[in-house]
């Protein structure tokens, strides 16, 4: 009997965009093996996402299971005022899971041998009608598809689209977790089962309850997500990016590595310009992180046989809550239009302009949602943030 044979593809990057990938595409029926730089579980460094449909859409079709329940459900979103005063009330049920959890029900799913951590891509090249990725190690891959989910700052998108660079939209999102406990009763009441917002005068907060580090969604087990918009210039900016080691970071400052005077700065800052329960949740918080807000949009997603997904073609900014959704939809529209491919796949039969056609359909629709949300982020931030364009 003849062995089954099947495409093979490769995922650059390991986060939620690479499992994503990977996942839905070994659903249908392609063999994978996906490469992550950083040599380390990546699970300790996010926090609170939004758990959208498409989220869901895509591991249902993967096959991966969650743990039930999967995040911390909220049933009305509110305003408060400076004065912790209940300005507007929303119904509006939904579900806010954490970064890790997603992260870590994807990994289990994969088999480990075809998990590569510590393998960073330096470039690729076309061989025929295949690819062949070349990484620091020396290592080389050959596949019939390389998917760049390698993130923002793309070593694939910087080969093929070297131009596309992410812009500073001119102020970053402070971020913070606090485990349940640690927060003063007056400010849990008003946080608890709600998703919580206060508008100021060009800057502006958001609260909501997640799993705890480890998955757990019992009472009092469980996390406070909050972030705080903040308007800085470059110069600024750059200042804040001297980690508290003296190191210029390029890009963001993970948990850990704000500076103490910047921390205190934004202790103060905070006792002047938020409402109590917000304040409370700055005060609480132990390792502040912090990531400027980009906008990046890719004109194109496919190269030939290579292409881009996630946040290495486009990056919604956080207030549509959809960037992680949007790489599960990119994700599992790819596998989608790839599966009856796979099914029809041999070795010796001509079937590139196959490919070919899915690839260029995916592609159309992609790049549609890319800007759909894109658009939708710089219009919600620009007006949050009154900057007035
Ligand atoms: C540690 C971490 C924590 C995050 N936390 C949150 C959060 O709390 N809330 C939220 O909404 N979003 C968070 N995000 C962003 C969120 O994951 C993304 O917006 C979304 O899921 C789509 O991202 P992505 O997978 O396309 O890109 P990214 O999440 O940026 O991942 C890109 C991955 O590619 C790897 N990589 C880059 N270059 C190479 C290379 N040359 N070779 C191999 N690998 C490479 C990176 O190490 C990284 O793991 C986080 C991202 C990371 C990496």
Redesign the pocket.
Known sequence: MNAIVKPRAIV???????LFSATTMRAAGWDVDL????PNQ?DS?????VLQPDVLDALRFAGVALPDPPGVASGERIYLDRHDRHIEHMFMPQMQTA?GLLYNAMKRALPAHTVHAG????GFRTDGDHVLADFESGRVERADLLIG???????VRHQVLPDVRPAYAGYVAWRGLVPEPDLPSFAADTLRDRFTFQQGDSHSSLAYLIPGEHDETAVGERRWNWVWYRKYDQAALDRLLIDKHGMQRAFSLPPGTTKPADIAMLRDEAHALLAPTFRALVDATGEPFMQPIVDLRAPRMVFGRVLL????AS?PR?HTAG??AK?AANAHALALALSSYAASFSDSAPHGLALDAALARWENQQLQLGKRMTDLGVSLGDRLMKFGR
């Open positions: 650059i990057g390991g986060s939620l965009g690479g490469f992550e730089a950083s990546l460094r996010g926090g609170g996402i970064w393998e960073t891509l330096t989910a390698d993130g923002i700052r793309s070593t997904l996630g946040d290495a990056v956080p960037s992680t790489a």
